[in-house]
């Protein structure tokens, strides 16, 4: 190493003269000594930690086994610190303590020759940057060697050791490694505040690749000063500097009005209990120990500066909702005058029959089933249920109607629809953005927020479940109903969702442990089977949950709707009676027919109907169009099984032949989904009159021909 780079240290002598501390002031002592022999191990495995990453990632690989052997040693020094230097007596560990003080120069003297070879090494090989940080390796182990001889010794003799001066090698900027992070447009200003510049580089080098700005400040009265000058978003300070310590510094910030809200992390080689309660009652939130681990750094900070963002958008918006409410105040009487106005056309609208989207809790061309009070009665009574069907059978419908009627009966629905969540998505997203809906549905915004925030260890499952559990059951008394819509879309996330399903389940069998977990109730629906959602019978919810079967509209269900048709009532009735001959009570082509009627004043007979029907489903320009049979047409071509096995028994089927409806076939589950069969007394059939028709002998056999 050159001369100029070496550090100086004054040796540790005491004083003539001074009197021993005393037995009260021995654990100050040792922790003052432990504290200066971890300070240098500190820095040698920052730097070397920092050495490793980057020789790894641009391919230097002639440094890799020395930085192992420096590290090694160094953790192993750093060890033994811990283990040796504890408050026992000093007297009785003399010997020990002069096996520690040569072992230490041993270990320190090992990793300035290796930290030397490889500064040479990095010199002739051009890599400047390396040879630098090699040469602070070698700077601190020659002054973990010079406290080596003294430090231990002041234990023995119970002396206090001298004042210490910071090494001083140089620090010169280095530049962003460029890997991770690159310039934020406006980056976060970090206030970096100790007096041995070399925690601040190692700091420096872990931060500001991330786009952080830091600004260093070597004592109390400089940090007051810079922030004085420009505001910072968080503060990374020692507790243990000459002067104007941490403490005192964070107590100075949190008196005034104007930097009270400033984040403070303390960071120290002192862990014990009294340092950190010193340091909270101080006004800091959190503590970063040295040697820094780069991992809880990056969480920490990232963690805090969050909070701070989260903190400071609040309170802008508590600003804004003065401003905001008085003019909501004005736009409400304005308001008011237009929904009387819209109020005549949204009660015409909502007579008319739907053949898309959910209808409303209050539609009138809702049509109530069996499944309905299966549903509300299976969710009061506490059970897990689920309802798995084709499209276009009212699943959503049916969800917004019992979710009313649950409220109604005073319990607290969340409806989450997975369509909205997203497909293209990591599991960390993917959980944030349900644990996001849910708790603007129940208005948990800042609760939920902070608990997701300070449980970034938790895995995404972990955290979405244990968020329900803690924040959401625990917030209210009453029962808790959560419906997740849309449940296929788990088959289209780019990761498994095995142990979501598996949660769901736990959460059920945990009944008997957490009794507030028995107001918790879940409802899931989509167009699958459980075979498809998750596949190990031990971890699914559906053999422990209700199966709500949603079944095409009966006769009687349907009666009601001829109400809505504009004839009188023998002629609604008619016609009411045909559009059941064709769709058996199917409820999107029930609906449509309806429809296509009220449209139509001219249908006034049977023939009519026949006429309506195929003009708007079984002509071939309504096969290309109508959404649900092109659906049921996609299902069956796009199907995860052999097409010819499949349209061959279908065609048993249509042909009236028995076939039997077992789920558990593959070929048998397709054509559920698909909706173009159901089940009668135990085997398959076609659905209705309009799939007969549209999925005949001639489509069968052009199918066919096109897997040859």
Partial sequence: MKESKKMTRTTATAETGASAPT???????????????????????????????????????????????????????????????NAGPPEARSEELIAFSVHLGEAANQMRNVAEQLAGQCDRDGRKT???????????????????????????????????????????????A???????????????????PRNCEILRQRLSPLGYKLVLAANGQEALARIAAEPVDLLLLDINMPGLDGLETCRQLKRDQATQDIPVIFITADDSAQSLVDGFRAGGVDFITKPFKAEEVLVRVETHLKIHRLTGTLTRQNDQLTRLNAE??????????????????????????????????????????????ELLGGLLRGEFCYVLTCRQMGKSSLMVRTARRLRERGCQVVSLDLTAIGQNLTPEQWYGGLIAFMSWELELENEIESFWLHHGRLGPVQRFFAAIRTVVVKYSPRPM?????????????????????????????????????????????????????????????????????????????VAPLARGLGRDHPMAAELMSRIYYWTSGHPYLTQKLCQGI???ESVRTAEAVDELCYRILLCPKAQEEDDNLIFVRDRLQRGKVDLRQLLDLYSRARNGQPVAADESNPLVAVLRLSG??????????????????????????????RTE
Avoid at 25 to 46: A, E, K, M
Avoid at 518 to 531: E, H, K, Y
């Fill in 598 to 600: 009220v449209a139509d």
């Fill in 178 to 196: 460029g890997a991770g992070g690159g310039e934020r447009s406006d980056p976060e200003r970090i206030l970096v505040v100790d007096d041995d």
């Fill in 676 to 705: 173009i069969t159901r089940s009668v007394d135990g085997f398959l059939q076609v659905r209705n009159r309009i799939y007969g028709r549209v999925f005949d002998r001639t489509w069968i056999e052009t199918m066919l021909a």
């Fill in 328 to 373: 909501l105040q004005e736009e409400v009487s304005r308001r008011q005058q237009a929904e009387q106005s819209l109020s005549l056309i949204e009660k015409r609208q909502a007579e008319r029959f739907h053949t898309g989207g959910t209808l409303g809790a209050d539609a009138p061309s809702y049509v109530e089933r069996r499944a309905d009070e």
């Fill in 23 to 85: 037995e009260e002031s021995f654990l100050r002592l040792l922790g003052r000594v432990r504290h200066d022999l971890r300070s240098p191990l500190g820095h040698i495995i920052g730097f070397g930690e920092i050495l490793l990453e980057e020789a790894a990632a641009s391919g230097a690989d002639g440094l890799l086994e020395g930085l192992r052997s420096i590290l090694q040693v160094a953790n192993e020094a750093l060890g033994r610190v811990n283990a040796v230097l």
């Fill in 481 to 557: 109903v959560i419906f997740v819509d849309e449940l296929d879309m788990l088959r289209s996330l780019p990761f498994s969702t095995d142990e979501f399903l598996a949660a769901i389940r736990e959460a059920y069998n945990a009944r008997s442990e957490d009794p507030d977990l028995n107001r918790l109730r879940f409802c899931l629906l989509g167009v699958a089977t459980p075979s498809e959602l998750i596949q190990d019978e031990h971890m699914t919810p559906f053999n422990v949950g209700k199966r709500i079967e949603l079944e095409d509209f009966s006769p009687q269900e």
């Fill in 130 to 176: 390396f040879s630098e940080d090699f040469h602070r390796i070698a700077g601190s182990a020659a002054e973990l060697f010079e406290l080596a001889q003294t430090r231990p010794q002041t234990l023995r003799s119970r002396t206090a050791p001298a004042a210490l001066e910071p090494a001083m090698l140089p620090v010169e900027p280095r530049k962003a």
